[in-house]
């Protein structure tokens, strides 16, 4: 069992920067691929970026890849996504994920466990 916390959403202006952080529970991080998705109201949950459980690749969806950074350090079981040059259509609920797997992948019902979700909102 994996219990995430995510931390870190605000709101911030067109440009701007947010970093935000999933705090994991439990002994077994390390054996989990972790990914961030994102959602807006009325469409589904949006792949953003993916982890390996042992931090060496990451995928990034065509829409952030350059301007997010998705990295983990599994001594303190914790997630990261550093977002730059953030634009409007960023703005969505981000949710953390875990999938207890090597590898990370997009489809959302391919991971176990989910945080309740941190807003971020990108100003014009």
Known sequence: QVQLVESGGG?????GSLRLSCAA??????????????????KEREF???????????NY???VKGR?????????NTL???????KPEDTAVYYCAARL???PVVPSEHYNYWGQGTQVTVSS
């Open 11 to 15: 709101l911030v202006q067109a440009g």
């Open 25 to 42: 529970s439990g002994r077994t991080f390390s054996s989990y691929a972790m990914g961030w998705f994102r959602q807006t109201p009325g």
């Open 48 to 58: 953003v970026a993916g982890i390996s459980s042992g931090g060496i690749s990451s």
């Open 61 to 63: 969806a065509d829409s």
């Open 68 to 76: 997010f950074t998705i990295s983990r350090n599994n001594a303190k």
């Open 80 to 86: 990261y996504l550093q977002m730059n040059s953030l």
């Open 101 to 103: 797997a090597l590898t």
